[in-house]
T-cell receptor, first 115, second 112 residues
Framework: GENVEQHPSTLSVQEGDSAVIKCTYS??????FPWYKQELGKGPQLIIDIRSNVGEKKDQRIAVTLNKTAKHFSLHITETQPEDSAVYFC??????????????FGKGTHLIIQP | DAGITQSPRHKVTETGTPVTLRCHQTENHRYMYWYRQDPGHGLRLIHYSYGVKDTDKGEVSDGYSVSRSKTEDFLLTLESATSSQTSVYFCAITSDRLQALHFGNGTRLTVT
C-alpha cells in the first residue's frame, strides 16, 4: 500500500521567517495531495491541496509544490506568524479517483514559531 | 467545524466494556469517516460510509464496527474495548469523494 513519509517531525522557526515541510510518497498512482493544519484540541483542517496535473499552487502565504517524478511534495509557509504554530499533516490518495477513503497521512510536523 | 459534532468529547472506560462513539453532521454530506490518531502514527482510517447502510473497512478496522442508519449519524462501536484502542478518534465528512475532508474536534478515549 501507499506509504507517506513526512519530515521534519518538529520545526522551529523565527517569526517572519519561512518554513518548509516535506513529504514523500511511494505509490506512483497517487494523484491527490492535501495538507491539513491541526491546532491543539481540534480536528485537522484543510489548508491547501494539489492534484497531480499541477506542479505548484499558492494561497496567500502558503504554497505547495509537487514533483511527481521524484514522488515528493512540500508545504511552504512564508512570513510565519504566531498563529501558524500547529501540527501539519500531509496526505496522499492512492485511489485513482483521488477519493478520501484512499488517503494515507504522514505522521505530522509540529511547527513552532518563535517570537 | 463544518457542522460536525462528536460525542462524547472525552471518555474513560474499562477493558472489556462496549463503547459507542457518535458523529452527527448537519451538512447532509454523503460520505462519513472514522479515523484514529496516535502519536507516531498520524491519522489512520478505521471505517467509512458512502451512504445510509453502506459502509466499508479502512486500514485499522479490527475490533471496530460501524453503523449508519441515517444520513446525519455515523456510529463507531468498540464491542469489547482494549487498552490498544486508547486513542483520539476523529470523524470526517465530505460531500464528494474527490473533495476535501472536514473533521470534527475528536473524542479522546482512554481504556484502562
Amino acid at each position: 500500500g501507499e506509504n507517506v513519509e513526512q519530515h521534519p517531525s518538529t520545526l522551529s522557526v523565527q517569526e517572519g521567517d519561512s518554513a518548509v515541510i516535506k513529504c514523500t510518497y511511494s505509490d506512483s498512482a497517487s494523484n491527490y495531495f492535501p495538507w491539513y493544519k491541526q491546532e491543539l484540541g481540534k480536528g485537522p483542517q484543510l489548508i491547501i491541496d494539489i492534484r497531480s496535473n499541477v506542479g505548484e499552487k499558492k494561497d496567500q502565504r502558503i504554497a505547495v509544490t509537487l514533483n511527481k517524478t521524484a514522488k515528493h511534495f512540500s508545504l511552504h509557509i512564508t512570513e510565519t506568524q504566531p498563529e501558524d504554530s500547529a501540527v501539519y499533516f500531509c496526505a496522499a490518495s492512492k485511489d485513482s479517483g483521488g477519493g478520501a477513503d484512499g488517503l494515507t497521512f504522514g505522521k505530522g510536523t509540529h511547527l513552532i514559531i518563535q517570537p | 467545524d463544518a457542522g460536525i459534532t462528536q460525542s462524547p468529547r472525552h471518555k474513560v472506560t474499562e477493558t472489556g466494556t462496549p463503547v459507542t462513539l457518535r458523529c452527527h453532521q448537519t451538512e447532509n454530506h454523503r460520505y462519513m469517516y472514522w479515523y484514529r490518531q496516535d502519536p507516531g502514527h498520524g491519522l489512520r482510517l478505521i471505517h467509512y460510509s458512502y451512504g445510509v447502510k453502506d459502509t466499508d473497512k479502512g486500514e485499522v478496522s479490527d475490533g471496530y464496527s460501524v453503523s449508519r442508519s441515517k444520513t446525519e449519524d455515523f456510529l463507531l462501536t468498540l464491542e469489547s474495548a482494549t487498552s490498544s484502542q486508547t486513542s483520539v478518534y476523529f470523524c470526517a465528512i465530505t460531500s464528494d469523494r474527490l473533495q476535501a475532508l472536514h473533521f470534527g474536534n475528536g473524542t479522546r478515549l482512554t481504556v484502562t
